[in-house]
């Protein structure tokens, strides 16, 4: 059953559904010892046998009501034509973009370069019919950030080093709009039923320009996923009060929030939707004490309500693994 589908249409809330944004990582000593064979982090992306392995190894210890392909964000960069390399400690390097040749790739290239990680969602889907299964893009401003900036912008980073020309902005952001439409397409055709927008640095938009950034071009992928029939989640990381104005212009079917929301705000300001998420993923790294006292203010706040349980944050790399199942386990007796 699409356990997410049914929470998101309202017409099953009794059981709240569970995942995790990055259930499938660094955290699982059956990934690492993957990873550690494959040091070139886009090619694994790019291997359908192993991206089929990688996601169905939390769904093979847990009991999750919900699979997330394995792949990454950064993958639209590469399909751009726009190299991507991960170095240890240090996270994403994007080569230097060539504007004028992004802007030329056309559908076909673009495509064929990211069939891969097609091939690996039917493979995945082949595994989990009729369950949720999960296909998502970086939203267009967390992509134009990277592409820009060339690196993770978690250091000294301001919006004025990538904004300053902003002809240049406005064709490469219309660029990564059409590419997100063919990959979100092509996920959907390959078996994925719920589509996730992650906005992961949305909170470095400044504040006169969070319309222009944020809030019109992830309206522009919400409606067309909403055109494909599939409901759509949206993660606008660090947006604080303006998730309020989020829910009411760009109307997403679900709102995944992060863990500086309050849970008893978000309800009065969601408009109605959905809600996902919110526990800060660094409890996780408490005693089963703490957890357990966390976990249970999430499902009491938001009982009644279509809740789906995930963090405010992927899970840390840190994590143990048992502390995904005590959460499982917590929920499933709270019932
Ligand atoms: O071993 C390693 O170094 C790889 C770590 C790793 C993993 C497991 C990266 C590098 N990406 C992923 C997979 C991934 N990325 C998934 C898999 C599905 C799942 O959730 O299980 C998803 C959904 C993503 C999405 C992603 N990639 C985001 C959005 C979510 C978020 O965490 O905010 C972002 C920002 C990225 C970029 C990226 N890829 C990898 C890293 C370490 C980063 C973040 C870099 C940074 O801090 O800027």
Same mark, same amino acid.
């Given at each position: 059953?699409? #356990?997410?589908?049914?929470?998101?249409?309202?017409?099953?809330i009794?059981?709240? /559904?569970?995942?995790f944004?990055?259930?499938?990582?660094?955290?699982? /000593?059956?990934?690492?010892?993957?990873?550690?064979?494959?040091p070139?982090?886009? !090619?694994?992306?790019?291997?359908?046998n192993?991206?089929?392995i990688?996601?169905?190894?939390?769904?093979?210890?847990f009991k999750?009501d919900?699979?997330?392909i394995? $792949?990454?964000?950064?993958?639209i960069?590469?399909?751009?034509? &726009?190299?991507?390399?991960?170095?240890?400690?240090? %996270?994403?390097?994007?080569?230097k973009?060539?504007?004028?040749?992004?802007?030329?790739?056309?559908k076909?290239?673009?495509?064929?370069?990211?069939?891969?990680?097609?091939?690996?969602?039917?493979?995945?889907?082949e595994?989990?019919?009729?369950?949720?299964?999960?296909?998502?893009v970086?939203?267009?401003?967390?992509?134009?950030?990277?592409?820009?900036?060339e690196?993770?912008?978690?250091?000294?980073?301001?919006?004025?080093?990538?904004?300053?020309?902003?002809?240049k902005?406005k064709?490469?952001?219309? #660029?990564?709009i059409?590419?997100?439409?063919?990959?979100?397409?092509? &996920?959907?055709?390959a078996?994925?039923?719920?589509?996730?927008i992650?906005? $992961?640095?949305a909170e470095?938009i400044?504040?006169?320009?969070?319309?222009?950034?944020?809030?019109?071009?992830?309206?522009?992928?919400?409606?067309? @996923? !909403? $055109?494909l #029939?599939?409901? @759509?989640?949206?993660? /606008?990381? %660090?947006i604080? @009060?303006?998730?309020?104005?989020?829910?009411?212009?760009v109307k997403?079917?679900?709102?995944?929030i992060?863990?500086?929301?309050?849970?008893?705000?978000?309800?009065?300001?969601?408009?109605?939707i959905?809600? &996902?998420?919110?526990?800060? /993923?660094?409890i996780?790294?408490?005693?089963? #004490?703490k957890?357990e006292?966390? @976990?249970?203010?999430?499902?009491?706040?938001?009982s009644?309500?279509?809740?789906?349980?995930?963090?405010?944050?992927?899970?840390?790399?840190?994590?143990?693994?048992e502390?995904?199942?005590?959460?499982?386990?917590?929920i499933r007796?709270?019932?």
């Amino acid at each position: 059953m699409n #356990k997410l589908f049914k929470c998101i249409s309202k017409s099953e809330i009794d059981e709240v /559904p569970i995942w995790f944004m990055r259930q499938a990582g660094r955290y699982l /000593p059956e990934f690492r010892k993957i990873r550690q064979q494959n040091p070139d982090f886009i !090619k694994l992306c790019l291997n359908p046998n192993l991206v089929k392995i990688i996601t169905l190894q939390p769904i093979k210890r847990f009991k999750l009501d919900a699979t997330i392909i394995f $792949s990454d964000i950064l993958m639209i960069p590469y399909g751009l034509g &726009q190299n991507v390399r991960f170095e240890k400690g240090i %996270g994403p390097k994007l080569e230097k973009l060539n504007l004028e040749n992004t802007l030329k790739t056309s559908k076909e290239n673009f495509e064929k370069k990211l069939t891969p990680v097609y091939e690996g969602l039917k493979k995945v889907k082949e595994e989990t019919k009729g369950t949720s299964l999960i296909g998502f893009v970086g939203a267009p401003w967390t992509l134009l950030v990277y592409m820009l900036n060339e690196k993770s912008p978690k250091k000294d980073f301001t919006p004025d080093k990538i904004l300053s020309d902003e002809i240049k902005v406005k064709r490469l952001m219309d #660029k990564i709009i059409d590419a997100t439409f063919i990959h979100i397409n092509k &996920q959907v055709s390959a078996g994925a039923n719920v589509i996730q927008i992650f906005d $992961s640095w949305a909170e470095l938009i400044p504040d006169n320009k969070f319309d222009k950034y944020c809030l019109e071009p992830t309206k522009k992928i919400v409606d067309y @996923v !909403k $055109s494909l #029939k599939v409901p @759509v989640i949206c993660f /606008p990381k %660090g947006i604080g @009060v303006n998730y309020e104005k989020f829910c009411l212009t760009v109307k997403p079917d679900c709102i995944s929030i992060d863990y500086n929301i309050d849970p008893n705000w978000i309800i009065k300001k969601s408009n109605g939707i959905a809600i &996902q998420g919110g526990m800060d /993923p660094k409890i996780l790294l408490e005693d089963n #004490k703490k957890i357990e006292y966390a @976990v249970k203010k999430y499902l009491k706040t938001f009982s009644g309500y279509p809740y789906i349980f995930n963090l405010g944050h992927g899970v840390l790399p840190a994590t143990k693994p048992e502390k995904i199942e005590f959460v499982i386990k917590t929920i499933r007796q709270d019932r």
